[in-house]
Nanobody, 115 residues
Framework: QVQLVESGGGLVQPGGSLRLSCVMSGRAFRLYAMAWYRQAPGNERDLVARIGTGGMTTYADSVKGRFTISRDNANNMVTLQMNSLKLEDTAVYYC?????????WGQGTQVTVSS
């Protein structure tokens, strides 16, 4: 049974930084392309960043140059370094495989950017 646990969210001022972490248990993490997604109130859940099994990364246009996704296969962990945060980055952030697996969604971690 796969479990994904996100952490690292919080309240930050515009221009600030946060580092999100996600740990997977129960499966061979290294076999999955992984991604971070986010969902703001009233919006759909959108893909933010993706990292393939070989480490290749892609980003949504809205976060390019500000966010960095990385993975640590030894610790079954994917991280999202978020810099130069903007008000519009406020959302609940989730990790999942990419493409996402319906049964893998965790609780997410809230990121609030506010002055």
């Amino acid at each position: 049974q796969v479990q994904l646990v996100e952490s690292g969210g919080g309240l930050v001022q515009p221009g600030g930084s946060l580092r999100l972490s996600c740990v997977m248990s129960g499966r061979a993490f290294r076999l999955y392309a992984m991604a971070w997604y986010r969902q703001a109130p009233g919006n759909e859940r959108d893909l933010v960043a993706r990292i393939g099994t070989g480490g290749m990364t892609t980003y949504a246009d809205s976060v390019k140059g500000r966010f960095t996704i990385s993975r640590d296969n030894a610790n079954n962990m994917v991280t999202l370094q978020m810099n130069s945060l903007k008000l519009e980055d406020t959302a609940v952030y989730y990790c999942n495989a990419q493409p996402p697996v319906a049964g893998y969604w965790g609780q997410g971690t809230q990121v609030t950017v506010s002055s």
